[in-house]
Nanobody, 124 residues
Framework: EVQLVESGGALVQAGGSLRLSCAASGFTFEHFDIGWFRQAPGKEREGVSCIPSVSDEDTYYSDSVSGRFTISRDNAKNTVYLQMNNLKSEDTAVYYC????????????????WGQGTQVTVSS
């Protein structure tokens, strides 16, 4: 059974940092593309950052987080991280980890497996 478990969400002040983790199990992690998505109240879920299974392919960052967030993966630990720096109030959302084999982009519809999400709240 595929499982993705997010952790690390919290309440933080604007300008602060958080590191989200996504622990995966039930599939061959190193072969799967992994993405972080978020959904704010009243808004659609959106791609934040995605990291491919193949190291020589590019990672993706949305314009709104580029330069502030960093995605990384540790295949030995079956874990993906999202380091979030200089957080802004508009980063407030539920953050989801997702996995798929052979994603065609960092799109919600491209990902097959989803975690339950972790809440990030940034106070201004």
């Amino acid at each position: 059974e595929v499982q993705l478990v997010e952790s690390g969400g919290a309440l933080v002040q604007a300008g602060g940092s958080l590191r989200l983790s996504c622990a995966a199990s039930g599939f061959t992690f190193e072969h799967f593309d992994i993405g972080w998505f978020r959904q704010a109240p009243g808004k659609e879920r959106e791609g934040v950052s995605c990291i491919p299974s193949v190291s020589d392919e590019d990672t993706y960052y949305s314009d709104s987080v580029s330069g502030r967030f960093t995605i990384s993966r540790d295949n030995a630990k079956n874990t993906v991280y999202l380091q979030m720096n200089n957080l802004k109030s508009e980063d407030t959302a539920v953050y989801y980890c997702a996995a798929t084999f052979g994603a065609d982009g960092c799109y919600v519809h491209s990902y097959d497996y989803w975690g339950q999400g972790t809440q990030v709240t940034v106070s201004s």
